[in-house]
Structures are given as structure tokens and as C-alpha cells.
């Protein structure tokens, strides 16, 4: 009996995470219509007469991959695709000035999380979900290269996408440029910046996570005010990128309350 009930579990799981998916070329292109929020397109290569579906998703600005006919029929899970299929977000996407809103709506100096190419659903959910309890006012988060509001990462948040507005930007760097203009001290997270207990983060300012592996890019991390880093004591060189983002917001969530470190 248990084996069946395990499998009902899983059969369930398996019909949430189709609920962002959309299948079929007229099916994305009503999608587009609609104005619903699409993290990507992905496109069987070789695939023809897509002419208007790549107008109207580059006027929409979303992104249009190719890939081998194999993976969309892997993901469409027996449905017929077409040959395209959209990853639709499981959440309505923020604008940065919502972010800014909330912020003064609170009556606190802007605190931002800002994702520089987090890739793994898991990870973005843990953030959002971090930043959430930690009083953050947004995360962002660049249209590509960067896993978006999906069903994992919903799920993974626990419910704080509810809370947390989520921006997707066209450009991080530009981004970044944009909320220094506004008065936000950007703080990058890289193995190679000062003790994070050293900083003052005490004001208005805006946290860059980098990606799995790779950390912080190159430009955005010569974009930022002050370089931080969390000290390491044991043999592995580095922190899962949750993990340090969680550790690095309690950081300044405890600067912002005033706590002294005994």
C-alpha cells in the first residue's frame, strides 16, 4: 500500500510542475497574447515557420532558445509540442520602482538582493525565502542566463514570493548603475572582499549573489561600491550560493536592528 501511495505522491508532483509549462506553437503565441509572464521559449532546432512566434516574443522580450528536438519532447511529457515550448512564471514578476515603493512604504532604507545568474531553482526559492524573513524589499534577478519564477523555485520560497517582489531585468550592470544613481551602496559577494563583519551595512543597499560556480561576473563585480567576503575556516574553499546569500542577509538584518555581536 505504501508503494502506491508513494507513487500517487509522485504523480502529483510530476502534474505541479507541469502547471508552467505551455505546449504548442498556437498555445505560446496566445500566451504571448495574453500578456502572461514567460520566463523562455525553447525551440526544437530545425523547427520551421516560426517566423512570428520569434517577432512576438523578441517585442515581448523573452527569451528564445534552441534545443535538441529530444529535451522539448522530454519536458512536453507527451503532449504535442510542435516542436515549442514556454516555461511560464509561476509568479508575477516586480518592477524595480515596486521594490523602491515597498521599501518607502516601510519607512526603511532600500534593501536588495540582487542574483547574478543563479541557474538552480532551489537556490533562487532559498534566496526569496532568506530575504523574506530577513525584511529584504526585492530581489532581481537578469532575463538571461538565469533561472526565473518557476514552479521549483515557488515551491522552494515556501510561500515568499507572495511577499517579496521580483524584478527581471534586461541588464544587471545597467541595474546596478540605475540604483546607485538612486543612493544604494552596492555590496558584491566574492571570496576575495573584506570581512563581511567589517562592512557597514547599515544603510541603503543592494547585496550581489553570484552564480553556482562562478560567483559574481567580472563586470557586475567591477560595478559594485565594496567587495565582502565570509571568512573560511575548514577545507572547502566555499559556501553552496543559498547558503552564503542566507548567511550574508542575516548579516545586514542584524546591522539594520542595531544587534551588537557579543
Not at 526559492?125 to 538571461?144: F, L
Request: charged share 30%; glycine share 10%.
Amino acid at each position: 500500500m505504501d508503494k502506491y501511495k508513494e507513487r500517487e505522491k509522485e504523480e502529483i508532483r510530476e502534474n505541479e510542475a507541469d502547471k508552467d509549462k505551455i505546449c504548442g506553437r498556437n498555445a505560446v503565441i496566445e500566451a504571448i497574447k495574453s500578456g502572461r509572464e514567460i520566463d523562455r521559449i525553447m525551440v526544437a532546432k530545425g523547427a520551421t515557420n516560426l517566423g512570428k512566434l520569434y517577432a512576438m516574443a523578441k517585442d515581448a522580450g523573452i527569451p528564445v532558445k534552441e534545443v535538441a528536438p529530444v529535451k522539448i519532447e522530454e519536458l512536453a511529457a507527451g503532449a504535442n509540442a510542435q516542436g515549442v515550448l514556454a516555461m511560464a512564471a509561476a509568479h508575477k514578476y516586480a518592477t524595480v520602482d515596486e521594490i523602491f515603493a515597498l521599501a518607502e512604504e516601510r519607512g526603511e532604507p532600500p534593501f536588495i538582493i540582487i542574483a547574478d545568474g543563479l541557474e538552480d531553482g532551489h537556490n533562487l526559492g532559498a534566496v526569496i525565502r532568506t530575504a523574506e524573513c530577513c525584511g529584504a524589499h526585492g530581489v532581481i534577478i537578469p532575463k538571461r542566463r538565469s533561472v526565473g519564477l518557476n514552479y521549483v523555485v515557488a515551491k522552494t520560497s515556501v510561500g515568499a514570493v507572495e511577499y517579496v517582489p521580483v524584478a527581471r531585468v534586461t541588464n544587471i550592470a545597467r541595474t546596478i548603475d540605475e540604483l546607485k544613481e538612486r543612493g544604494v551602496w552596492i555590496f558584491g559577494a566574492d571570496m576575495d572582499g573584506e570581512a563581511l563583519w567589517s562592512a557597514d551595512l547599515s544603510g541603503a543597499i543592494g547585496l550581489v549573489v553570484g552564480a553556482e560556480g562562478e560567483g559574481v561576473s567580472r563586470l557586475v563585480k567591477e560595478k559594485c561600491d565594496f567587495v565582502v567576503s565570509l571568512p573560511m575556516r575548514g577545507k572547502i574553499e566555499s559556501l553552496n550560493a543559498s547558503v552564503a546569500a542566507s548567511v550574508m542577509m542575516y548579516e545586514v538584518a542584524r546591522q539594520r536592528l542595531g544587534i551588537k555581536a557579543r
